[in-house]
């Protein structure tokens, strides 16, 4: 394969090639990133060196201090996510096939998803408390207003054309959701569910870092503090790992599931 053939617009490349250069791609930045923090004359309290990032790391996996942390993000990540999945996907399937249900959601829905949720997180916490379910709750408010108006517009993309021919063959309203539009939605509602997760972590770390004890933004909070750039620099390397773990196993999720539908 030439150079020119691989820079065509949309064309497929072998996926072993794929892989290199993402991997490529990020040992580069971690080259560049030794290379900046121990020869350009920054401080170590601005840019920590890979040395002394990897260094604290390995020593929280051997004291396992660092799967408590990992495992408690993760739980609230999934809890919330899972959360805004069960109350985003049928709002937003109902909301794109019914226009009367679309009155009713898309101001709520507009309205909220602009709100900015750290703005909401005092209130979420008289409400709630600050335990698990305050944690859990700002990232469900941070995913399912967005989530619901993205699957409706996933709904509202389908053509009119598949509807109006079930119809002809016979098929109720229930068969339709179930047979045609269900079908046609999910590789795409796989694809927002990834963009989701991301904004999950997102939201996550917000919440730990306000209003916690424990997990990852906790300890991100507290080296700032301290000033302890390094530590600072791990919880965002494991972070980063996390969030392209789970947006692998999305993608392959969506591979084995759709493997009609275009590859992402």
């Known amino acids: 394969m030439n150079n020119r053939s691989l820079f065509r617009i949309r064309r497929d490349i072998h996926p072993r090639l794929f892989n290199s250069i993402m991997a490529i791609t990020f040992l580069l930045l971690i080259v ?12 170590p309290i601005f840019l920590p060196t890979p040395q002394a990032t990897f260094s604290y790391l390995f020593s929280t996996i051997q004291d396992g201090s660092i799967w408590q942390d990992i495992g408690i993000s993760c739980y609230r990540v999934l809890m919330g996510f899972l ?28 309205f ?25 709750t700002i990232i469900v408010i941070g995913a399912v207003f967005s989530m619901t108006a993205m699957i409706a517009d996933i709904v509202k993309g389908i053509q009119i054309d598949l509807i109006n021919t079930a119809y002809t063959l016979g098929a109720s309203q229930g068969q339709v959701i179930g047979h045609v539009i269900i079908p046609a939605i ?11 997760m991301g904004w999950a972590w997102t939201y996550l770390i917000m919440a730990e870092m306000l209003a916690s004890n424990s997990g990852l933004g906790y ?24 969030g392209l773990l789970f947006d692998r ?16």
């Open 219 to 242: 300890n991100i909070m507290i080296a700032e503090r301290f000033m302890k750039t390094y530590i600072i620099f791990g919880g965002i390397f494991v972070i980063g790992l996390l």
């Open 249 to 264: 196993i999305f993608a392959l999720i969506n591979k084995r599931l759709f493997h009609w539908a275009e590859d992402v």
């Open 32 to 43: 560049l990133w030794y290379v900046g923090s121990n020869f350009s004359g920054i401080e």
């Open 112 to 136: 909220f998803r602009y709100l900015p949720v750290s703005a909401l997180i005092p209130l979420i916490m008289v409400w709630t408390g600050v335990g698990e379910t305050a944690k859990i």
């Open 186 to 196: 999910m590789p795409n509602v796989m694809d927002t569910m990834r963009m989701v």
């Open 83 to 110: 959360i805004a999945v069960v109350i985003g996907v049928p709002l937003g399937l109902l909301s794109g096939t019914y226009k009367v249900v679309n009155a009713v959601m898309k101001p709520l829905i507009e």
